[in-house]
């Protein structure tokens, strides 16, 4: 089995559950996987990074640490970037060229809740349809009217980039890309060890 590398970004005032709710999903997947398929190797390979490697304050509080710096993570399948209070990355030059870097590299680019905005900002995201919470959707299509922004969908998948609605439809996104990247049947095996009521559609 092909290992698929994630990076999972953290930062200042991440949603928490925008990072903690796939990290959990790509791990219970290389679970359920070792079940599956005692003898192959694990689905998933997952590192975290924050912009310069050190312990970070999600929004509710909770501190995070990283294994690694953004700019010293190992290349990547597949760059996360979670929401939360985004404007301090937005505002970032030097970072939002790195995750464009990180990008290039990576075969997905994915971004939950306003997360959009920083895959926006870097430049990843220009064109076609893309999601966001639903409370920030008319701005996000307000700084980039390229975009077409819903409301109705857990995600949007546009090939090369995947965008997700709000906090705990990361999840959701997370549980697409565990069938994009493997198969439908480890995905459902994923979301029942989560108990979550996932419909792949």
């Known amino acids: 089995m092909k290992t698929t590398r994630l990076l999972l970004m953290m930062f200042d005032e991440v949603e928490l559950l925008d990072?903690?709710?796939p990290y959990e999903v790509f791990t219970t997947a290389n679970r359920m996987a070792a079940r599956r398929w005692p003898d192959a190797a694990a689905p998933f390979e997952l590192t975290t990074a924050s912009p310069?490697?050190?312990?970070v304050r999600a929004r509710a509080g909770l501190m995070l640490q990283p294994d690694t710096a953004l700019a010293s993570a190992p290349p990547a399948d597949v760059l996360l970037?979670?929401?939360?209070v985004v404007d301090q990355l937005l505002g970032d030059a030097s970072l939002l060229a790195e995750i464009r870097r990180r990008s290039h590299e990576a075969q997905?680019?994915?971004s939950i809740c306003t997360g959009a905005f920083v895959l926006a900002a870097a430049g990843i995201l220009r064109d076609g349809k893309a999601t966001t919470h639903w409370e920030d959707a008319a701005d996000l299509a307000h700084r980039h009217p390229a975009l077409q922004?819903?409301?109705d969908r857990r995600w949007v998948d546009s090939g090369r980039v995947v965008?997700?609605?709000g906090i705990a439809a990361g999840?959701?996104?997370s549980l697409h890309l565990v069938a994009r990247c493997v198969d439908m049947e480890l995905a459902q095996r994923t979301a029942r060890q989560l108990d979550v009521p996932w419909i792949a559609a």
Not at 52 to 55: F, I
Not at 81 to 84: F, K, L, S, W
């Open 19 to 21: 990072f903690a709710g």
């Open 52 to 55: 310069h490697g050190l312990t």
């Open 81 to 84: 970037v979670p929401g939360g």
């Open 108 to 110: 997905i680019s994915a």
């Open 149 to 151: 922004v819903v409301t």
């Open 163 to 165: 965008t997700s609605a």
């Open 171 to 173: 999840i959701d996104m």
